[in-house]
Every structure is written in structure tokens, then in C-alpha cells.
């Protein structure tokens, strides 16, 4: 069965410092991955995607990165974070585009 | 105007009852709907799939009016663990169609 790791679980981090967030699909090959991030009380906003490696959509034009070094692999990236990127992110997968598998998230907290 | 809105609530409930959360989307080249449910503090989860003639599962209804644009969730029977968020989700148009997430509707099922 097909299983999305993400880590960390949460993180707090200084205004302008880095950021480096990994998710990793297994059971599966050439999913599509993408990276979520919901505000409190709003929907999840689409940040990235990707179809293939090195292969990258970016949805919102931010401060954010995303990079896909490998089939299985999805890595979102920041050199220096904002009050504003507080939020919890989320890495999903979908074989069909129709229905989304999600990680466990990352409670991002910029203090 | 969102593409997709969904009532916040939350919509706070007795153990046995029925409870009904509409959504509603602003764009007629929506495809596919779905309601996905989310816990506190946790990842999304498909609940179901929502087809235009309606479906249902278990205590679980869906129901689809693309005259009127928007989709229903009835919970019968509503059960503590009903408790959580449930998310409205729309695919805008078909090839390189897009995935909208409400911001969803709050339920608290108390004893």
C-alpha cells in the first residue's frame, strides 16, 4: 500500500532563518506531489507541484521553493522565513488527480 | 466571491442527530466533488466522493445540484467521533484541471 511521510511534525523557527521541509512517498512510482499550506479558518492554498522530478509548478509567488530530486521525493525549501509563512504545510500525493492522500503535516510557527 | 464557500459553524450537535452542511461553488466547469474530513491538528481525509445522482455511505449521504452549484453532506445517527471538520473539495474543469479546497465546516457531536 501506498504510504506519504513528512517530517518534521512541528517546527519553530526565527524570522529569517531557513527552511527545509521533506516529504517521501513509498508503494507507489511517478506520483504527482504536491505542497498544501492551511492558514487557520481558510483553505488548504495550493503552493507547489509536481509531475516528475525536477519538474515544478509553483502556484503562489512567495519567498518559497520547492525542488523534486527524486521520483519519490518533494522537498519544500525557504532561505529566510516570514512572520506570514506560519501555517501548517501539508505534502499530498494523487496517482489520478481526482482524490489526495495527505502527509501528517508540519505545524510551522515563525516567531 | 470564493470558489468554493462552505458555512464555518460550528455546528454543535447531540449524540442521534441528523446534521446537514451544504457547499456551494462559483464555477460551472467544476468536474468532481468530494467531502474529505479533518480532525484537530490533523491531515485531511477523503471521506467520500460525492456523484451527481447522490450516494451514500453507511450513516453518510452526498448529493450533488449542478443547477444550483453546490453539494450536501447529511450525517445520520451523529456519533462522538463525528467530531472534526469536513472539508468541501471541487476539480475545476477536465486535462489540466485544478483542486479547490473550502475552508470547511466545524462539527462538535457531544454526549
Known amino acids: 500500500s501506498q504510504t506519504i511521510h513528512q517530517w518534521p511534525a512541528t517546527l519553530v523557527q526565527p524570522v529569517g532563518s531557513p527552511l527545509s521541509l521533506e516529504c517521501t512517498v513509498e508503494?507507489?512510482?511517478?506520483?504527482?506531489l504536491y505542497w498544501y499550506r492551511q492558514a487557520a479558518g481558510r483553505g488548504l492554498q495550493l503552493l507547489f507541484y509536481s509531475v516528475g522530478i525536477g519538474q515544478i509548478s509553483s502556484e503562489v509567488p512567495q519567498n518559497l521553493s520547492a525542488s523534486r530530486p527524486q521520483d519519490r521525493q518533494f522537498i519544500l525549501s525557504s532561505k529566510k522565513l516570514l512572520l506570514s509563512d506560519s501555517g501548517f504545510y501539508l505534502c499530498?500525493?494523487?496517482?489520478?488527480?481526482?482524490?489526495?492522500?495527505f502527509g501528517s503535516g508540519t505545524r510551522l510557527t515563525v516567531v | 466571491r470564493k470558489e468554493v464557500e462552505q458555512d464555518p459553524g460550528p455546528f454543535n450537535v447531540p449524540e442521534g442527530a441528523t446534521v446537514a452542511f451544504n457547499c456551494t461553488y462559483s464555477n460551472s466547469a467544476s468536474q468532481s466533488f468530494f467531502w474529505y474530513r479533518q480532525d484537530c491538528r490533523k491531515e485531511p481525509k477523503l471521506l467520500m466522493s460525492?456523484?451527481?445522482s447522490g450516494n451514500e455511505d453507511g450513516r453518510f449521504t452526498a448529493q450533488l445540484n449542478r443547477a444550483s452549484q453546490y453539494i450536501s453532506l447529511l450525517i445520520r445517527d451523529s456519533k462522538l467521533s463525528d467530531s472534526a471538520t469536513y472539508l468541501c473539495?471541487?476539480?475545476?474543469?477536465?486535462?489540466?484541471?485544478?483542486?479547490?479546497f473550502g475552508a470547511g465546516t466545524r462539527l462538535f457531536v457531544k454526549a
Open positions: 499530498a500525493w494523487t496517482r489520478d488527480r481526482v482524490s489526495y492522500t
Open positions: 460525492v456523484y451527481s
Open positions: 508503494g507507489t512510482s511517478n506520483p504527482n
Open positions: 473539495v471541487v476539480n475545476i474543469g477536465t486535462g489540466g484541471f485544478k483542486t479547490i
